[in-house]
């Protein structure tokens, strides 16, 4: 048997970060002190163009642009593309969402031949803040 099949795939460190979820206008702005480890959304324009690109791909009416063009799941499916994210911790009633946005993050990588690795998903009970979103990243 050869051995170089038995050796295991060496892991990837994960490393967990705050991510503020401060790009979108309807999440609320986040109350928690600034401390380490700690992303903001706001400063990653790539996340709110990545979001916009996700949610024109649904768009079919050229008519008029709706007041809200993007939603919830539009912008956790680019978070997960443009940060890498490998595991999130999300409330149980953001579930539902998290597998919309997983699904859309999929399609649009897809579509557009860029890597994608989906997620790991773990329910928190006791989230002590909306605007924060606990990730983890390679390092």
């Not at 063009?69 to 969402?97: G, S, Y």
């Not at 998290?98 to 009970?125: D, M, N, V, Y």
């Amino acid at each position: 048997m050869n051995n170089a099949l038995l050796k295991a795939t060496p892991q990837a460190a994960l490393q967990r970060k705050l991510l503020l979820l401060n790009g979108n206008a309807h999440a609320p702005i986040p109350v928690t002190p600034i401390v380490e480890n700690v992303l903001s959304e706001a400063s990653l324009p790539e996340i709110r163009m990545t979001a916009c690109l996700i949610a024109a791909q649904r768009w079919t009416d050229d008519t008029h642009s709706p007041d809200t063009f993007t939603d919830t799941a539009d912008w956790f499916a680019a978070r997960i593309l443009v940060l890498n994210i490998q595991r999130l911790e999300i409330a149980p009633h953001d579930f539902k969402t998290i597998k919309t946005a997983i699904l859309r993050a999929k399609t649009f990588a897809t579509q557009h031949k860029r890597p994608f690795r989906q997620p790991e998903i773990r329910i928190i009970l006791h989230q002590k803040d909306n605007g924060v979103c606990p990730i983890w990243v390679e390092q």
